[in-house]
């Protein structure tokens, strides 16, 4: 990884309310460092949305006073978004039932991992602090 900077660091309350305007500020941020525009407008704003409801709905749970902070740092070679919640943390290599399977294309929950890892090149999770996913997407 070469130069970084910091795009974004923020903190939100741990509710739902608050993930558009993160995801809607981080592709903001994702275009102004140049990366692809499609990558900006369809990779990230999924694979962060997912990634923020999942911290909120399963790391933090019903932990109303909880927190969750989005951080972005950008290199020449990738962007990188690092979620963090106040949970346990969970097993990110534990088999899963497969989404795309007909008997769970019509579950409501059970996709979010799926797309992180479809549509960023690299999803990682580690305790640092509080339970945390890294979401790293190449700028070629």
């Known amino acids: 990884m070469g130069k970084t900077h910091v795009a974004l660091d923020i903190e ?3 509710d739902v ?12 941020k994702c275009r102004e460092f140049h990366v692809p525009a499609d990558k900006c407008s369809f990779n990230v704003r999924i694979a962060l949305g997912e990634a923020i409801s999942n911290a909120i709905l399963r790391g933090n749970g019903d932990g109303a006073n909880k927190h969750v902070r989005v951080r972005a740092v950008v290199s ?3 962007l990188v978004f690092d979620i963090m919640d106040e949970g346990p943390g969970f097993d990110l290599g ?3 039932p497969d989404p ?6 019509y579950h409501e929950d059970g996709r979010g991992l799926f797309l992180m890892h479809a549509l960023m090149d690299r999803v990682e999770r580690f305790q640092s602090d509080g339970n945390v996913v890294r979401l790293t997407l190449r700028r070629e």
């Open 12 to 14: 939100i309350p741990s």
């Open 17 to 28: 309310r608050y993930i558009e305007g993160v995801v809607e500020l981080a592709t903001r």
């Open 76 to 78: 020449d070679d990738a």
């Open 94 to 96: 534990a088999p899963r």
């Open 100 to 105: 795309t399977a007909p008997e769970n294309i």
